[in-house]
């Protein structure tokens, strides 16, 4: 409360309206699947256009090498070409992949993920200096000689630092630096100090700069050493690499990050004197050596990597596993993201992958998965003997596969429909509304269908829940089909179950100023024009059924929905009844003959 302890006027602020709810997002789709490239652990990564995709994951997969899990690629490209404009995306390898390997004397690098890829990465080396100074006094202390310097900035303890005086160049570490005072391991000559303008006589740090190559990827460590204590210490400076780890061992022994069973890199020098003159390893104990000497040569190529076998995949590598916040695999990788609310594994129709993703959308209640069917499954039966593993209200699923053209192998190829779905969800949920049912929607860039079927097979199948999609003649191809594979009626309809994910998630994110606020009538009546207001616009929208908001929607809070001991026990409990729009599935004229009738 405000104080007024000298008389005046007081202007105070004070929250008594309804506050300003803004809406969720509804189509950003989250996919799973196996890539060239990419994490394999940790957090999906966000892609905004088919290039993004492509300079994160790589391009499209080989059918000869990877066979039925290469869809990933062809389904994102499918996402955005229908509408989409963002996703996620969780790359899935083969247990057996291997990164690519390479080292020079102590110092080794992995490809940052497994995969062939890693074997097109080069990583070359030149010398830096990220500081250099004169000396300009020489200091007596009992404790040794110390070292005034014109600036010590750059200096860090641990540097190795490089004298040249003629032909000569001699190296020292730097033990202390403080306030433009250095103390170096070895004592320098007194004939160091150079009070010049323009000094003759300088001492540089010894740094190198790795120029990391990939494709057209080029990544830049500059003035990088290895001085563990320094902010640019070779492993902390690469950290952040989307192409490679780097490690250094010190003793000159084989670092961890470079199995000896890994096949060794191909190093070169620039020239036969680079390569006589490379030490073989660290140097030994108490001698001090500049990191391009340590390093031994000034480039090298990573060899080794391998993209595993398609046969060794199983439905676990999709499933993931959760070993913890910023570690988790495949499916499990997306409880760290709140963001996705549509999802798919494109391809993938392993019944224990499946059941996997739909229990991940029900145990959020945020998300909503769409289901490819076998391509093989051409016949009723076998759609539906697929179609009856299911039965949820956070899952469609689309059938026939979609045959598109492969810019790979330069022909149409059948490619799973999921990819292009979730863009026609965008694209419906940004034209429309995600009120509207995604259905009788073009599927672009889609020359035919894997297979056809019939009104009399869709008359089966409709009510099963299975969204085919068809082709009608002057009409293009087109999404025939807006359910579920739910058995309750009430969830039916793919637009009704994802209207009420976006009005449940958009009132959660929406109302958390409510949380330790005072439970009484006036915040009772604030939380009900809030949501009242917000669904009233959703009913404008179209969104809800009914000629009056009174008739779309009704906000109760109060005594009628919260006892004493709800409200003793911090508990605020609002019943929010909607009433929403539902498609015209079957559109029914009735026609009779009117026949004229004699007047009388």
Same mark, same amino acid.
């Given at each position: =409360? ?11 602020? /004070? ?54 899990? !290469? ?5 994102? +490209? ?11 995306? =969780? ?45 300009? +006094? ?40 403080? $306030? ?20 003759? %006589? ?16 080029? +990544? ?19 950290? %952040? ?29 620039? $020239?036969? %004197? ?83 993703? #739909? ?18 499954? %051409? ?8 179609? $009856?593993?299911?039965? *949820? ?34 694209? *419906? ?23 056809? /079927? ?15 999609? !068809? ?11 807006? !359910? ?21 998630? *958009? ?6 100023? #409510? ?37 779309? /929607? ?47």
């Amino acid at each position: =409360m405000a104080e007024y302890l000298s008389p005046g006027v007081y202007v105070e602020e /004070f929250d008594s309206g309804a506050t300003p709810m803004e809406g969720v997002g509804t189509s950003t789709a989250g996919f799973v699947g196996l890539a060239q490239r990419g994490p394999t652990s940790g957090l999906p990564q966000l892609v905004t256009n088919y290039a993004d995709f492509g300079r994160i994951y790589g391009g499209h997969l080989s059918a000869n090498e990877f066979g039925d899990y !290469r869809f990933l690629s062809y389904a994102v +490209e499918s996402f955005f070409v229908n509408g989409g404009s963002r996703c996620y995306v =969780m790359r899935v390898a083969p247990p057996d992949a291997k990164a690519s390997t390479g080292s020079a004397a102590a110092l080794s690098f992995t490809a940052r993920n497994p995969g062939l890829w890693g074997d097109d990465i080069s990583i070359s080396f030149a010398p830096a200096s990220k500081a250099k100074t004169q000396v300009l +006094e020489i200091i007596n202390d009992p404790d040794g000689k110390k070292y005034r310097v014109k600036s010590s900035v750059g200096f860090n303890v641990g540097d190795v630092v490089a004298y040249a005086e003629g032909d000569k160049v001699t190296y020292n570490k730097v033990v202390k630096s403080q $306030d433009n005072v250095i103390t170096f391991e070895k004592d320098y000559p007194d004939s160091i100090v150079d009070t010049n303008l323009l000094p003759s %006589k300088v001492i540089t740090t010894c740094e190198f700069t790795v120029t990391v190559k990939y494709d057209d990827l080029v +990544e830049t460590y500059e003035n990088v050493s290895f001085n563990i204590e320094a902010p640019n210490y070779i492993e902390k400076a690469t950290a %952040k690499s989307d192409l490679i780890i780097a490690a250094y061992n010190a003793s000159g022994e084989a670092p961890a990050a470079a199995p000896a069973a890994a096949p060794a890199a191909d190093a070169k020098g620039d $020239d036969k %004197k680079d390569k006589k003159s490379a030490p073989a390893a660290a140097p030994a104990a108490g001698g001090i050596t500049a990191p391009m000497d340590i390093i031994g040569v000034t480039s090298l190529n990573l060899k080794g990597g391998s993209n595993g076998s398609v046969a060794s995949v199983s439905a676990g590598d999709f499933i993931g596993e959760d070993k913890g916040a910023g570690k988790r695999t495949g499916i499990q990788a997306f409880v760290d993201n709140d963001v996705v609310s549509i999802i798919a594994a494109p391809g993938v129709t392993d019944p224990n992958v499946q059941l996997t993703l #739909v229990s991940h959308c029900e145990n959020l209640a945020s998300r909503f998965a769409v289901l490819d069917i076998p391509q093989d499954a %051409k016949k009723v039966e076998d759609v539906e003997a697929h179609r $009856d593993i299911f039965d *949820s209200e956070y899952a469609a699923l689309y059938h026939p596969w979609l045959i598109v053209y492969d810019s790979l192998d330069k022909k149409n190829i059948a490619i799973p429909p999921s990819g292009a779905v979730m863009g026609i969800y965008a694209r *419906s949920d940004n034209t429309r509304g995600v009120h509207k049912a995604p259905a009788n929607e073009v599927v672009r860039n889609c020359v035919g269908l894997d297979c056809q /079927f019939n009104k009399g097979e869709q008359d089966i199948l409709n009510p099963k829940g299975v969204n085919l999609i !068809r082709s009608f003649p002057g009409q293009g191809i087109r999404v025939w089909g807006a !359910r579920t594979v739910s058995s309750n009626g009430l969830w039916k309809y793919v637009n009704v179950r994802r209207l009420f994910i976006y009005l449940e998630e *958009s009132i959660k994110a929406n109302t958390s100023w #409510v949380v330790f606020e005072p439970n009484d009538e006036a915040l009772w009546v604030r939380v009900q024009r809030t949501i009242s207001v917000f669904l009233t616009t959703m009913w404008r929208e179209g969104s809800l059924m009914g000629s009056s908001p009174e008739e779309a /929607f009704f906000v109760n809070i109060g005594r009628e929905t919260m006892s004493q001991d709800d409200i003793d026990n911090g508990r605020l409990i609002c019943v929010i009844g909607i009433a929403p729009v539902k498609p015209a599935e079957f559109v029914i004229f009735r026609l009779t003959q009117k026949t004229s009738e004699s007047a009388e």
